[in-house]
């Protein structure tokens, strides 16, 4: 199945300064997270019978791969048209934890608007980047392969 249309310098650099602004979402959260633990998050009711010291360290460690999730998604940006598998790792990551997210609320799980932001972009904005990212990794491919049979054909 080819391509309609050849993705535009513009396009590439729209998905990269999306995937740049975005990546902030997460890096935010955890670095919100590792910073305050616990005791930064206003209702502190699941830290209660004395298992404050054991979530707090569990809360810090989840911040801080949240943190690391958003360095692994700006490592992408500058040639994020040669980093497919690792963009969809990354997107099947982020949109596994929003499932489980949305699940939780679904169920009576208390929330707040910036988690339902997090939600959106964890199960909207992930995979549309990630159908985005495909798209420029297969004009990559096919202007690749072009460039090859060209540079035969001189010879």
């Known amino acids: 199945m080819g391509m309609k249309k050849p993705v535009t310098p513009f396009e590439y650099r729209a998905l990269q300064?999306?995937?740049?602004v975005l990546a902030f979402?997460?890096?935010?959260?955890?670095?919100?997270?590792?910073?305050?633990?616990?005791?930064?998050?206003?209702d502190t009711s699941f830290a209660?019978?004395?298992?404050?010291?054991?979530?707090?360290?569990?809360y810090v460690y989840l911040s801080g791969m949240l943190m690391?999730?958003?360095?692994?998604?700006w490592t992408c940006v500058p040639e994020i048209e040669k980093r497919s598998r690792r963009f969809e790792v990354l997107v099947s990551l982020v949109f596994a934890g929003g499932v489980v997210r949305a699940l939780r609320i679904l169920t009576g799980g208390v929330t707040d608007n910036a988690a339902l932001f997090a939600l959106a972009c964890e199960l909207i904005a992930a995979p549309l980047l990630l159908v985005w990212q495909r798209r420029a990794a297969l004009d990559y491919k096919i202007k690749r392969r072009q460039a090859a049979k060209a540079a035969a054909e001189k010879f």
Do not use: I, K, N, T
Request: glycine share 18%; charged share 10%.
């Open 68 to 73: 690391a999730v958003a360095v692994w998604f």
């Open 17 to 20: 300064a999306c995937v740049a």
């Open 48 to 58: 209660m019978h004395g298992a404050y010291g054991p979530v707090d360290s569990h």
């Open 25 to 42: 979402v997460p890096f935010y959260g955890g670095l919100r997270g590792v910073v305050a633990g616990v005791p930064g998050v206003r």
